[in-house]
C-alpha cells in the first residue's frame, strides 16, 4: 500500500479509545521477495512478505527505494496492518501496508524487530 508520509511537526493525531486501536492487526513478517515496481507513480518496490502459517503470504507495495535495494530485502522482517483492505497500484494489488518512519528528508526507514521473532506475531 501506497503510505502518506506525515508532517513530523504536526500537532498529535486526536485521542482515540483503546478499543478502536485494538482493531489496528499489526504483524512481523518475513520479507520472501522483492522487486522493482516502474508502473508506480512513485518510485517503490513490491514485496512479499510471509506472515506464518495462519496468514500466510501477502503483497505489499511499499515507496521505500532511496533507502532499500530488493536483494537486500529478502529474509529481512517487517511490520505490517494487515487488516486494511486490498488496494489497487497501479496494475498491482497491495494487501498489506508495510511500516515505517520519515528520516530527515521524509524518506522511509522500515519498522523491523531488534531481534528475530515467529512470524505472525502480533503487535501489543
Do not use: C
Amino acid at each position: 500500500m501506497s503510505h502518506v508520509t506525515p508532517d513530523p511537526a504536526a500537532p498529535p493525531a486526536p485521542t482515540i479509545a483503546f478499543d478502536d486501536w485494538l482493531k489496528a492487526d499489526v504483524r512481523i513478517g518475513t520479507i520472501v521477495a522483492a522487486s522493482a515496481f516502474p508502473e508506480a507513480r512513485k518510485p517503490a518496490l513490491k514485496l512479499v512478505i510471509d506472515f506464518g502459517a495462519t496468514l500466510g503470504r501477502r503483497k505489499s507495495s511499499a515507496q521505500i527505494t532511496r533507502h532499500y535495494d530488493p536483494e537486500a530485502l529478502v529474509g529481512r522482517q517487517v511490520l505490517a496492518v494487515v487488516n486494511f483492505p486490498p488496494r489497487q497500484i497501479g496494475p498491482f494489488i497491495s494487501e498489506v501496508l508495510t511500516l515505517g518512519i520519515p528520516d530527515s528528508d521524509g524518506e522511509v526507514v522500515l519498522l523491523r524487530p531488534d531481534t528475530p521473532v515467529p512470524d505472525g506475531g502480533r503487535l501489543f
